[in-house]
């Protein structure tokens, strides 16, 4: 049976075909297309709610992200203030007079740094104006600021850019003259290597302990360890000398203590008792005025009656630990040379591989002590005495007016009038003194300060008295021109005017020109050759020749403080050591352990007084104050650190790739040794 059909349905289906129809027909567009609108007949007002509560969720969403900015750009404000603040206060509030001092230099670098920015926003925006590309001239310009950039073209190619050029080839002058210096000295090493040059002794002390021998065939000799609150490293070098290999009654050993913390000197006093109880003949000295610094503590040692009854005196720095043949080695150049004056032996650093500040510290050491002094001592016998593991002839001492407290070199000041009186040195580089590097840039910076300072003042304090001398002409010019002028004042003077004030300004009045083989290949071929002496050291060349650059700003302010006696020039702050390991240490208490069994009777009568120093001995590591310690910023270098970066940024604009590179490295450099991310890290 059939369905019966649905008339109802065919009728709405009808009535809904004939209105879509007239929708169709209402909204053809002109192109022959139609558009359809499709909707519900009804509103439906759930979905006008859900719309809502949306509205109002994205409304409370957009609130909390404007919170969080909010909130973000407070946390930005307020610690932006609290980090200037710190850098203010760190910058503002130097540790040492050294710091104080260089505000002159401080003020003219933060000039410099304003011009260049200056400089910078003109070149920025003539960039954008495309002024660069086709530069105005002042007749056809049509804008006031189109006119004064076209005035500074002109004042800047005719009257800023010539003097800039001239003071450029002068220091480009003075570099290659330096590199030639330099070069001179690896020819004459690799002469010295070649030939198997080296000094040669008339005699040679036996191997091995000394007792039983002829004491009489080994000279009296004197040994001095001047110290000032040593608290790390006193008993390693008290103990090193103490067990050197020369009999006991032939040798004297004094302590020259110029400590002015009361627990420092009672630790010492307590290891020299240590040591005397031992059978060492050994005193502790401590001067209650301490003038003078190390030249007035050992002018007063020397003044001692008992000096005269010995015939050499060994220098030992607290930190330094010989070895224990040292003297077995050194003494016998003297015998048969009765014109040898001094016997230098050679560094080594038992803490060189600590961090990076200390390999590049020992890249240069090496080549100081391979190269420089080993090349003076076999051709023209004259070096700088270096202060510490050197053998003087006291009679030397004496003729040429002993220790003199004028300078903060007394080391290179006793050399440099021993040899106005006709004295002679030698250099050992096979006999080697283990001692420490600074390993924070802050002991360091202290260190260069003053070991570049003091031959500036000692420069104007001798240079009458070289021109006086008996010396031969080219004695006294290698005296004046090489010893001094060039690797004591042209060396920091072109190296810091050079790259860190010209390099800048030829980027800002590109018509000075400075030579790419002046920025990358000599100084890339020059470091190459100061880092032969220490292979290990090559894949630091790069950092070592970025880092010479960025030393170059200290031993610049130190030249030119001592040059023109500013107060810094004459302070001496000393170098902070801590007290590193070495393979002598071993040596040194295999030593005490055999000499404590051949004093073991004795011990057992002295067990009250050994119980007293070993409670004082415990008291040394009790006392080490831990100290928190914090990284300080460096006024000078982080300016320069800007200065360089902006000049890197018109390099961009001018497209120098090599040049721009340079800067950028260099700025980088500059940057992190202002903010004492070198060397000792800290919390």
Request: proline share 5%; hydrophobic share 45%.
């Amino acid at each position: 049976m059939s369905r019966p059909p649905n008339y109802e349905f065919q009728e709405w289906w009808n009535r809904q075909r004939e209105s879509n129809q007239e929708l169709f027909s209402n909204d053809a567009t002109p192109n022959g297309f139609s558009a359809v609108d499709i909707g519900s007949p009804a509103h439906d007002r759930t979905a006008e709610k859900d719309r809502a509560r949306s509205a109002r969720q994205l409304s409370w969403l957009w609130r909390l992200k404007f919170q969080q900015l909010a909130s973000f750009l407070a946390w930005i404000t307020n610690g932006s203030i609290l980090l200037l603040r710190t850098a203010n206060r760190r910058i503002a509030s130097p540790d040492s007079p050294s710091d104080s001092s260089g505000s002159r230099l401080y003020r003219i670098i933060k000039l410099f740094l304003v011009l260049v920015i200056l400089l910078l926003c003109v070149e920025l925006v003539a960039y954008f104006k495309g002024w660069h590309f086709s530069p105005p001239s002042v007749e056809s310009a049509e804008m006031a600021l189109e006119l004064v950039y076209a005035k500074w073209l002109e004042i800047r190619a005719n009257y800023l850019a010539p003097p800039l050029q001239n003071l450029t080839n002068v220091c480009i002058l003075l570099f290659l003259i330096q590199s030639v210096d330099r070069a001179v000295l690896m020819l004459g090493c690799f002469w010295i290597k070649l030939r198997r040059l080296k000094p040669t002794a008339p005699m040679e002390y036996p191997e091995g302990p000394v007792e039983g021998e002829n004491v009489e065939d080994y000279p009296m000799v004197l040994v001095q360890i001047p110290m000032c609150n040593e608290r790390e490293v006193y008993h390693q070098s008290i103990a090193a000398v103490c067990i050197l290999d020369w009999p006991k009654e032939r040798m004297l050993v004094q302590v020259l203590d110029d400590s002015d913390e009361l627990d420092i000197q009672l630790l010492i006093k307590a290891e020299v008792q240590k040591w005397q109880q031992r059978g060492i003949h050994i005193v502790y000295r401590h001067r209650l005025l301490r003038t003078g610094y190390k030249a007035g503590n050992l002018k007063s040692a020397m003044s001692c009656d008992y000096v005269k009854d010995y015939e050499f005196v060994a220098i030992f720095d607290a930190d330094f630990q010989p070895a224990p043949d040292f003297l077995k080695k050194t003494i016998p150049y003297f015998k048969g040379n009765d014109d040898i004056a001094l016997v230098q032996a050679r560094w080594a650093f038992v803490n060189k591989d600590e961090n990076l500040l200390t390999r590049l510290q020992n890249i240069n050491l090496s080549f100081h002590f391979e190269v420089e002094q080993q090349v003076n001592g076999v051709f023209i016998n004259f070096f700088g005495f270096n202060g510490t593991a050197g053998v003087w002839r006291i009679k030397a001492l004496e003729e040429c007016g002993g220790w003199l407290e004028r300078t903060t070199v007394e080391d290179m000041d006793i050399a440099v009038r021993a040899h106005l009186c006709g004295w002679k040195f030698i250099y050992l580089n096979d006999v080697k003194s283990l001692c420490e590097l600074p390993e924070s840039y802050e002991a360091y910076k202290k260190q260069q300060h003053r070991w570049h300072s003091g031959p500036m003042q000692l420069f104007r304090l001798c240079f009458f008295d070289i021109l006086r001398s008996k010396m031969s002409l080219p004695k006294k010019a290698n005296l004046i021109f090489l010893f001094f002028l060039l690797r004591k004042l042209i060396l920091p003077f072109y190296s810091f005017t050079l790259f860190c004030i010209i390099l800048p300004l030829t980027m800002f009045l590109p018509e000075a020109q400075l030579p790419v083989w002046v920025v990358c290949y000599v100084p890339g071929l020059m470091s190459l050759l100061n880092i032969l002496p220490a292979p290990r050291s090559f894949p630091f060349i790069v950092p070592y020749l970025l880092f010479e650059n960025t030393m170059s700003v200290t031993k610049f302010n130190a030249m030119i403080s001592g040059l023109f006696r500013f107060g810094s020039s004459y302070e001496w702050i000393v170098t902070k050591k801590l007290g590193r390991s070495s393979e002598a240490d071993l040596v040194a208490y295999e030593k005490e352990s055999e000499s404590d069994a051949l004093v073991e009777s004795t011990a057992l009568q002295r067990s009250t007084s050994d119980s007293g120093l070993d409670e004082l001995s415990k008291l040394e590591v009790s006392k080490k104050i831990v100290k928190t310690k914090r990284n300080r910023l460096y006024r000078k270098e982080l300016a320069l650190a800007l200065i360089l970066l902006a000049a890197a940024v018109r390099s961009l604009l001018l497209a120098q790739g090599i040049h721009f590179y340079f800067l950028l490295f260099q700025g980088i450099s500059f940057l992190v040794v202002g903010l004492d991310l070198i060397g000792e890290q800290v919390n």
